[in-house]
C-alpha cells in the first residue's frame, strides 16, 4: 500500500481553470459544515423529507460529517436510502461559497486519490469535488448543487508509470497515451488538467469542446493554486460510498438541465470499482475554435466597474455578457462572476453594481454567448489597478463590509 500512496503523490495532477471559473475544487467537508445544509430523505408529495443530520447542528439532529455517512448506514445506525440527499438553504451559492472559503481555509483546494487494481492493472483514481456547478454557458441551463469530478491513470505492466491516461468529460470520457499528455513544465510525471467552465468537465488540451448537448470552454488562464492530494480508501473513507446525492438539485428545478440533477459521489460510478469501464467508454471529442473575445472597455466609475461593447458587427448577436472579477489583494476569497443580459441591445455601457475598491487591483475577464444553441466565446482579460494606498482595517470592519457586499449582490444576475 505504501507503495500506491507514493505513486499516488509523484502524479499527482496540475489543475488549470478557467478565466470564467469560480468554484474550485475543495474538500467534500464543505457539504457537511456549511451552514443550514441539512442530511434528508427525499421530498414526498411535495414536501421536504424527513432531516437526519444537520450542520450545526439544528434541533437536536446528529451533526453532519463525512464520518457519519456511509453505504449501508448512518453514524446513529439510521438505515442509508439511495434516495437520501445533502441539500443546501438558499440559492445564493457564491455568497456561501465565499463564507466557507474565508472561514474554513483548511477545506480549501484538496482532491482525492486512490489506487484500485482491475483486470491485473493498477489504475490511480484523482476525484475531484466542487460546491457547485455553475455551467452558465448555457444561459443557466445545467447548473446544479454539488459536482464529482475525476480523471484516472493506468500504471503500466513493466514500468512504475502511467501508459494511460482517462479524463472525464460529462457522460464519457477521453482517453490517450501518457507520452501525449501535457505535462507541467520542468516535470515528467504532473499531468495538465484544463477544466471547464462551470461544468468541470476534465480535458487534455485548453481550447473549445463539443459536448453531448453543449459545449465547453477550457482556457486555462486562471492561476491554480497548489492543491493537498487525500488519499482515501473505501474502508477507512466508507462516506465515498454513500449512495445518496450531493445537492438537491433535480430535473425540473428552475436552472437545472432536463437531464441533469445534483450527483452521487464516487462510489455510485461504474469506474470505482472497474476502471476500465470508463475506458472502454472513452472518446475523442472536437477541439474547435471558439468565438473571437469580446472587445470591450472596462473600467472604474465611482467604485463600480463599468464596461462598454459594441457588437453590432457580428453576425451573431450576443445574448450575454459574462463577468468575472478577481483581487489577489482579496485572500481567501474565489473569484466571482456576473451574467448580463444584453439580447438586443448590440452596443452600449453597462453600469453595474459590481463593487471595488480603490486601494486593490482586479483582473476582469469578460465573455459572451450567442446563438442557438448558446455558444460561449473566448475571454478578453483587463487590468483595474489600484488607484490609493490601503489602509490598516480592522478584521471586524473587513468583515462588516464584504457582509454588506454580499447582501448588495443578492440578485444582481
Not at 496540475?14 to 469560480?22: A, G, I, K
Not at 489602509?391 to 454580499?406: C, E, N, R, S, Y
Amino acid at each position: 500500500m505504501s507503495d500506491r500512496v507514493a505513486l499516488l503523490r509523484r502524479f499527482q495532477p496540475s489543475l488549470r481553470y478557467d478565466s470564467n471559473e469560480q468554484f474550485f475544487a475543495d474538500s467534500a467537508a464543505q457539504f457537511c459544515v456549511n451552514p443550514g445544509n441539512e442530511l434528508r430523505r427525499a421530498s414526498a408529495g411535495g414536501k421536504p423529507g424527513a432531516v437526519l443530520a444537520s450542520a450545526g447542528p439544528i434541533g437536536g439532529k446528529p451533526a453532519l460529517a463525512l464520518a457519519f455517512l456511509g453505504a449501508k448506514t448512518y453514524g446513529d445506525g439510521t438505515a442509508v436510502k439511495n434516495t437520501d440527499l445533502i441539500g443546501v438553504k438558499g440559492r445564493d451559492y457564491r455568497d456561501q461559497y465565499v463564507r466557507l472559503r474565508t472561514s474554513d481555509r483548511e477545506l480549501n483546494n484538496r482532491i482525492y486519490g486512490r489506487a484500485v487494481e482491475a483486470n491485473g492493472r493498477l489504475w490511480l483514481q484523482y476525484w475531484f469535488w466542487y460546491f457547485y456547478n455553475d455551467y452558465q454557458l448555457a444561459l443557466g441551463a445545467g447548473t446544479h448543487e454539488g459536482d464529482w469530478e475525476m480523471i484516472q491513470l493506468r500504471i503500466h505492466q513493466d514500468r512504475e508509470e502511467p501508459d494511460v491516461a482517462v479524463y472525464a468529460q460529462h457522460r464519457h470520457g477521453e482517453k490517450r497515451n501518457w507520452e501525449a499528455v501535457e505535462r507541467v513544465d520542468g516535470s515528467r510525471d504532473t499531468a495538465v488538467v484544463y477544466v471547464a467552465r462551470g461544468s468541470h468537465a476534465s480535458y487534455f488540451e485548453k481550447g473549445f469542446h463539443q459536448t453531448e448537448a453543449w459545449y465547453d470552454v477550457a482556457d486555462g488562464k486562471r492561476q491554480s493554486p497548489a492543491l493537498e492530494l487525500e488519499i482515501v480508501n473505501h474502508v477507512e473513507h466508507a462516506w465515498m460510498g454513500w449512495p445518496g446525492r450531493w445537492g438537491d438539485t433535480t430535473p425540473g428545478d428552475r436552472g437545472a438541465d432536463i437531464e441533469q440533477s445534483s450527483p452521487t459521489g464516487p462510489g455510485m460510478k461504474k469506474h470505482w470499482r472497474n476502471p476500465d469501464r470508463l475506458l472502454d467508454d472513452a472518446k475523442a471529442p472536437a477541439i474547435r475554435t471558439p468565438p473571437r473575445a469580446p472587445e470591450v472597455t472596462v473600467k472604474r466609475v465611482k467604485n463600480r466597474i463599468e464596461i462598454g461593447y459594441d457588437f453590432s458587427d457580428r453576425s451573431a448577436r450576443p445574448l450575454a455578457l459574462v463577468v468575472t472579477v478577481n483581487s489577489r489583494n482579496e485572500k481567501g476569497v474565489p473569484p466571482m462572476t456576473h451574467t448580463f443580459d444584453i439580447a438586443g441591445t448590440p452596443r452600449g455601457t453597462l453600469k453595474t453594481n459590481i463593487p471595488v475598491h480603490p486601494a486593490r487591483h482586479y483582473d476582469v475577464y469578460t465573455s459572451t454567448v450567442a446563438g442557438d444553441p448558446p455558444v460561449p466565446s473566448a475571454s478578453q482579460f483587463s487590468e483595474l489597478d489600484a488607484i490609493e494606498v490601503e489602509k490598516d482595517v480592522p478584521l471586524a470592519a473587513v468583515a462588516q463590509t464584504i457582509g454588506g457586499i454580499f447582501a448588495r449582490l443578492r440578485g444582481d444576475r
